[in-house]
Each structure stands twice: as C-alpha cells, then as structure tokens.
C-alpha cells in the first residue's frame, strides 16, 4: 500500500515510478481523492465542534432565563445531529474510495531495478554450470509417462486439467526434494520452519496483496453448500496461492522490537491457484498447475538491512540447486515484469533439456514497507522515537514440482532411467536410480 502523504510530497516520482511500470500517471487523481476525504472529514469535525459549542450556548440561555433561545439553539442542535450520520458517512465513502484506489496500485520499483516491458527485458546476473547443459533429452512428462509413475489422465478424471497423479518412486523422489530443502533452509540457513493454515481469510490475503486485484486468480473456499453460506454468512476462505501469505502475515498488526529483527520463515505447503498461465503454454506436463509443492521463504527485517537480506534469500535458494548440480542462471527482472508487491526480483531459471531452455523455478523478491503498510506491521527502532514499518522479502526455496521437472531432465539416462542425485540419497531409502513402475 502506497503512503498518500509521501505521493503528495514528491508526486512527480510516484509519477515515474508508475511510468516504468507503464502505467499512466495518477498523483493528481489521488491527491484529488485526498482532498475529498480531508474535505468530507473536516466538514464532519466541524458539525460535531458546533453542536458541542451550541449545547454550551443552550445551557447559558437556560441560565439566562432566555427559553426563546435556548429553543432555537436546541433545533439547530437537533438539526445538526440528524446530519451527522450522514457527513460520517461521507467521509468513510471518502476513505474508502482512497484506500481501493491505492489498494490497486503495485508497488514502484527500486532505483536499480532495469527497465523493461517485459521478460524479453530482464538482466542475467549469474549462471551456475553444474553438470553442464545437456542438449539432448526427454521431457519430464515423457519420462515420468513412460515409467508409469505420472499420470495426468487419472488426475483430469478426478479434477480437470492441470493436475497430476505421481505414483511410487517418483512420489517419493518429490518428497524427498520437498524434505531436502527444508533441512538445508533450517538446518544451515537459519530458518525457522512453520506449518501454516492452508486456508486464509480475506484480511491475510490483501496483506500480501493477493486482493483485492488478484480475486479471480485464486480458489475460494466455502463453508458448506454456496446457498447456506450466502445465508449464514459465513466467511470466505481462500486456499494459499502460496505460503508467502500465512507465513508473511505471522506479524501482521504487530509491533517488533529491533532486537527481533530479522525474522526469517519457512515452509513446504500444497500452493493452489486458478491462473495456472497463459491458455495454449504449458499444457503438458506439470509446468503450470492448479496445485503444487512449494518450499517458502520469507523474512521480515528493519528498512536498513533488506537489500543485504535480499542477496542472502537468493543464495539461500541458489544453494538448493547447486547441492542438487542443477545449471541454472539468475535474472534481475525489469519494471515491466516484476509481480504486483515486489520492488526488485531476482528469478532463478533451471535448465531443462526436454525444453533445450531456462525456466523459472524461484523468484526471490523484496517488498519495502508495500505489504506491512496493508498488515500494519511495524517494528520500534533502538534509536528514535515511534514505530516504523517494517520490510518484507519473500521468495521460493525452491517450488518442489519444477524441481523434480529439472532433476528428472537433468538425470536422465538413455534408457529412460533417472540418476538420483546424491544430495537425495539419504532420503530415498538406498534407491539410486528410478526405473519404472514399482
């Protein structure tokens, strides 16, 4: 959420920053809006001084003797009272009306972020060789098809497109991933592992600005029959698009001491989301899913440390896939592709030989003070008076699904078979290698 009074005092870089992001300027719109709501309020402050001021008056005319004025001076009192509700309620309309509007505003990028329109526009930062790219190989659907140990034909029977049944030594080759990350991020990281709810409310979810922009993105959940939950009005419910949201929100409406910065979380959760990318792209495989595993990474820290925090959660994730040997290379995303709370992301882009190309498989991003400003989330400083808001970064640890899609491809062998990496062997009960059905 954007400060209207920091936007008032320099509306020409709020401007800018919208620009790099290609959108039209709208400091004017939302200081127009601010005078409105400071006109609504001070006109509803004034009516109240007044009635204060005439009910003395009353009591000064009854003293006085004089019941002709002390008549009038209580009609107008009377008049003034069956208004207030509504001047109230025009400055809340007022309030309102601003907060939607920079509600639906992303956050502006940082003074080094690259521009961009998009993806075509980002910055490669660094490559990680690993085995070396391999150029020649299935896709990881071909693979797991062919082993009998992927099943994306059961799973539309039962949920549609989009999702996929894994059986055996393939099911257990991805929890073991998802086990793996999490000892490495708590173990030597210095996480702290949670296991969050999986359903959240609509407050966690405008926290993190997944609302109100991104409704229709995301799978709501309903408490019994949609006819009986319109009647007893029970609350909606939203399944975690990622654990970004329970994880970020643990210091929602809370004041932190320094002392406690940073705080740093993580968790292995099911993710779920109804946008699962653009309609033809990735309709094969587990690429795009409705759901899917995610190791998640979150910390929360004072202003002056989160560009520092930012690197430490990206070679945190880069760690993931150097144990596992996997190439890959990091970009700086441009303004034009970052996500709606990020004000610098850096993705990390595993290469898959089935594709012969890069695909993201983790983007670590930093926040400022966006989302503490819409969970009221606030540290006290050592030095200084007051509170101020804290910063949040988040990022993926990495997402488990496309990390089992780039160990399959990567770890292939011409029979079909999949190499296990070693940094998995003590997770996979003595199996070296997966080789079909079992």
Request: some cysteine.
């Amino acid at each position: 959420m954007h400060d209207i009074r920091a936007i008032r005092d320099n509306p020409a870089a709020f401007d800018k920053g919208l620009a790099s992001r290609g959108l039209e300027p709208l400091s004017t719109a939302l200081i127009g809006l601010d005078d409105a709501r400071k006109a609504a309020i001070s006109a509803a402050q004034g009516a109240q001084e007044k009635r204060n001021a005439l009910s003395k008056e009353i009591g000064a005319a009854k003293k006085a003797k004089d019941e002709a004025r002390a008549q009038e001076l209580m009609a107008e009192v009377a008049r003034l009272k069956e208004e207030a509700p509504a001047l109230d309620a025009a400055a809340d309309a007022a309030g309102k009306a601003l907060a939607e509007r920079l509600a639906a505003i992303p956050n502006l990028p940082g003074a080094d972020v690259p521009e961009g329109r998009d993806e075509h526009d980002n910055v490669e930062k660094s490559r990680f060789e690993g085995r070396g790219l391999a150029q020649e190989g299935r896709q990881h659907f071909e693979l797991g098809e062919a082993m009998g140990l992927m099943d994306f034909e059961t799973a539309a029977k039962l949920s549609g497109s989009r999702f996929v049944v894994l059986k055996g030594q393939i099911a257990r080759l991805e929890r073991a991933l998802g086990q793996f990350m999490l000892d490495l991020h708590t173990g030597e990281h210095g996480y702290t592992e949670v296991v969050p709810p999986l359903l959240v409310r609509d407050e966690a979810m405008f926290g993190t600005a997944q609302l109100p922009k991104f409704r229709d993105d995301q799978f709501a959940a309903i408490q019994g029959s949609p006819e009986i939950a319109q009647e007893s009005g029970a609350p909606n419910r939203w399944l975690i698009p990622t654990a970004e949201v329970p994880l970020t929100n643990l210091v929602r409406e809370a004041i932190l001491a320094e002392d406690e910065l940073p705080l740093r979380f993580t968790a292995l959760t099911p993710c779920f989301r109804a946008e699962a990318g653009a309609a033809g792209r990735d309709t094969r495989g587990m690429l795009r899913q409705h759901q899917f595993s995610k190791v998640e990474l979150v910390s929360v820290t004072a202003p002056e440390r989160s560009t520092e925090e930012h690197e430490r959660m990206l070679a945190c994730a880069e760690a993931v896939l150097k144990r596992l040997d996997i190439p890959f290379r990091v970009v700086t995303l441009c303004t034009g592709d970052m996500g709606f709370a990020a004000a610098k992301t850096y993705d990390i882009e595993a290469w898959l030989p089935g594709q012969k190309t890069y695909r993201e498989i983790s983007s670590c991003s930093v926040c400022g003070d966006f989302q503490a400003r819409r969970m009221e989330a606030r540290y006290r400083p050592k030095e200084g008076k007051g509170v101020a808001y804290v910063h949040t970064l988040n990022g993926s640890g990495v997402a488990v699904g496309r990390a089992l899609i780039a160990v399959m491809e990567n770890y292939q062998n011409p029979d079909g078979s999949i190499t296990i990496p070693s940094a998995l062997a003590p997770y996979m009960g003595g199996l070296n290698r997966i080789e079909g059905h079992r």
